[in-house]
């Protein structure tokens, strides 16, 4: 019904980069908040960058602002996250989400497709 996929993790030192990407081919994005979620065994799932179903608003937290970008390729449906000047702690499994509509970066339960995530490790 609907796929969602995420690539581009790694391993990485500190100070380096990565650029996930997602796919949902069935899904027209124009229509749907996009975010990335990320989650660390213990804790709970942490939003990490969202763009609004308008197309026009982005979501950051504070711990990533200034250092990940989010963006869509709307002609590929798929969305991306550089992401710059990793540090350990950002280290997580990252997860692509969508719903229709307008949703709540912060709330991962309000998204209601995802993918299976990708690993990302920065060494320290």
């Known amino acids: 019904q609907v796929q969602v996929v995420e690539s581009g993790g790694g391993l990485v030192q500190a100070g380096g980069s990565l650029r996930l990407s997602c796919t949902a081919p069935t899904l027209n994005f124009d229509d749907y908040t996009m975010g990335w979620f990320r989650q660390t065994p213990g804790k709970e799932r942490e939003g990490v960058s969202c763009v609004g179903w308008s197309g026009t608003k982005t979501y950051y937290t504070d711990s990533v602002r200034g250092r990940f970008t989010i963006s869509v390729d709307r002609s590929k449906n798929t969305l991306y996250l550089q992401m710059n000047s990793l540090k350990p702690e950002d280290t997580a499994m990252y997860y692509c989400?969508?719903?229709?509509?307008?949703?709540?970066?912060?709330?991962?339960?309000?998204?209601?497709?995802w993918g299976q995530g990708t690993q990302v490790t920065v060494s320290s």
């Open positions: 989400a969508a719903d229709l509509g307008d949703r709540r970066c912060t709330v991962a339960s309000d998204f209601e497709y």
